[in-house]
């Protein structure tokens, strides 16, 4: 079964985090803390916290698109209180 990943990175470099979405989760993951994306190429080293998975490339996409608004980052902030609360982050930082 094919699964396609929302996730959330957290940056070490500014405490801002960076939600995107993909097929294949651990290579992603390896491609933005090597530099070989531009959104994250000066706020590593990163650091996963968050990854939801969807059978469809469309689901994953539209809860991408709803984590970036700001019904997503307040459900973030609900979602991980205890989290942000030791490790604090930046919302505006997108």
């Not at 996730?7 to 530099?35: C, K, M, P, W």
């Not at 650091?47 to 809860?63: H, M, N, V």
Request: charged share 30%; proline share 2%; hydrophobic share 35%.
């Amino acid at each position: 079964m094919f699964y396609v990943y929302v996730y959330v990175l957290q940056s070490s470099q500014d405490e801002g985090f960076y939600i995107g979405f993909t097929g294949d989760l651990a290579r992603r993951f390896e491609q933005h803390n090597n530099g070989e994306s531009k959104a994250t190429r000066f706020r590593r080293p990163l650091k996963l916290i968050y990854y939801e998975a969807y059978l469809l490339s469309d689901d994953a996409q539209a809860r991408e698109r709803f984590l970036k608004s700001g019904s997503g980052r307040r459900f973030l902030k609900k979602q991980f209180k205890h989290y942000w609360d030791k490790y604090p982050i930046c919302f505006a930082t997108a």
